[in-house]
């Protein structure tokens, strides 16, 4: 077990465990390990790898019980909701799996000052009051200034603003920090080192230290939230579940006053023609939430419109914190005007109404706001 607090950064640890046999660890799990990580209070690396095994896909219903005390005890029957507004989605980064890479030709849209206030406009009329800002990594035309342009307005429509943009230097952070960003969102997309090259082959992207480091940057620059996670498809499925979800501890367990969350995207239709290199399926990605769940209890999760509508609604109550809903992801979506091409394809394509009716329906209370900008 490795006291997480004494790094100054995740690189030794993640270099630690690339030396580590997981095929080996994970082929001799045994029943026995499961239920004993399972009535552990107290988990650890090896606690999260046993639920994270392939034996564990046998316990996924004592898993769901554990999970489902934990998120009781430590959220009560809440969900929150956030919306996501994309403003520009020039790029000039090249992955393999996005349909914004800048050699996909597409519809490119880059929003004014008065596209965006339309925009929020219109997205505020749903009630919700966290919005997710996002852009391509194209820093030449969707520059800090500009950012720091959206943000104003959005402060005019939104009680909280988070950004998933490209990553930033720590003072850079502050300075959105300043201004009111609350919240930041950022995916190592895959921590095999060797698949991250591959699939990123141009542009700022391509340097997997600095992104790795940036939700660290970002815990530095006293931001509220730092959500992250990986793309699944690009890796093994249990090995990135496993980097990102210590990933996730280690800033837990450094930045106290910091909420950490993860994510769960797995790879959508997006314009291009990448074929993932793995599927994660409905049971496993069920498993990984709650294996999340289980070895930190406090951490927040979040399930994007990726998924599919059904599948969302089976998750309320097993350990999500945050759902996003009614979202775009072209930039100009919301306004429908002259809209450009889609990031990805969403797959539940319920307006904020409806979302909000499932939640009420299984008696947890849909949560538009929680935190006021002062
Ligand atoms: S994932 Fe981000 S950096 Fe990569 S092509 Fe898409 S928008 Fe650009």
């Known amino acids: 077990m490795i006291d997480f607090k004494q790094y100054n950064n995740f690189e030794p640890i993640l270099e630690h465990y690339e030396k580590f046999d997981f095929d080996n660890y994970f082929k001799n799990v045994t029943d026995k390990d499961i239920e004993k ?26 898993m769901a019980v554990v999970s489902h005390k934990n998120y009781m005890q430590h ?17 000039s980064s090249d992955c393999a799996y996005c349909g914004f890479s800048k050699k996909n030709k597409i519809k ?35 520059n800090l200034e500009y950012i720091k342009m959206a943000v104003e307005v ?22 959105l920090k300043k201004i009111g960003v609350d919240g930041l969102t950022v995916y190592q997309e895959v921590y095999d080192k060797n698949i991250y090259k591959k699939v990123h082959t141009s542009g700022e992207k391509a340097n997997y230290l600095y992104r790795l ?17 990986v793309l699944f498809g690009l890796g093994d499925i249990q090995k990135e579940a496993f980097f990102s979800g210590i990933h996730a501890k280690y800033l837990m367990d450094k930045y106290l006053e ?38 930190m209890p406090t951490i927040g999760i979040n399930i994007s419109t990726r998924e599919k509508a059904s599948f969302r609604d089976n998750l309320i109550g097993l350990g999500v914190t945050k759902m996003s809903a009614g979202s775009k992801t072209d930039v100009g ?32 209370q849909p949560v538009f706001k929680d935190w006021e900008l002062i």
């Open 258 to 295: 910091c909420e950490i969350s993860l994510s769960l995207p797995r790879i959508n239709q997006a314009e291009g023609s990448f074929k993932p290199k793995s599927n994660l399926d409905n049971k496993t990605f069920l498993q990984i939430m709650l294996a999340y769940r289980i070895y």
């Open 333 to 364: 979506g919301y306004e429908g005007i002259d809209a450009s091409t889609p990031q990805f394809d969403i797959s539940d394509n319920r307006n904020v109404e409806e979302i909000v009716k499932v939640i009420k329906q299984k008696g947890y």
């Open 213 to 229: 480091n940036t939700p660290e940057r970002g815990a530095k620059a006293n931001f509220r939230a730092i959500n992250i996670g």
């Open 154 to 175: 959005l402060k005019k429509y939104f009680s909280s603003v988070s950004i998933e943009i490209y990553p930033l230097d720590t003072n850079d952070y502050k300075e």
């Open 37 to 62: 990580s399972l009535n552990k209070k107290k988990l650890d690396e090896f606690d999260f790898l046993n639920l994270l095994s392939h034996k564990a896909g046998n316990y996924l219903e004592e």
């Open 108 to 142: 490119r849209k880059h929003l004014t000052k008065v596209e965006i206030e339309n925009e929020a406009r219109e997205i505020a009329k749903t009630g919700i009051k966290h919005i997710l800002l996002l852009t391509g990594e194209a820093k030449k035309i969707a």
């Open 75 to 91: 959220f009560g029957k809440v969900i929150g909701l956030y919306i996501p507004i994309y403003i520009s989605n020039y790029c």
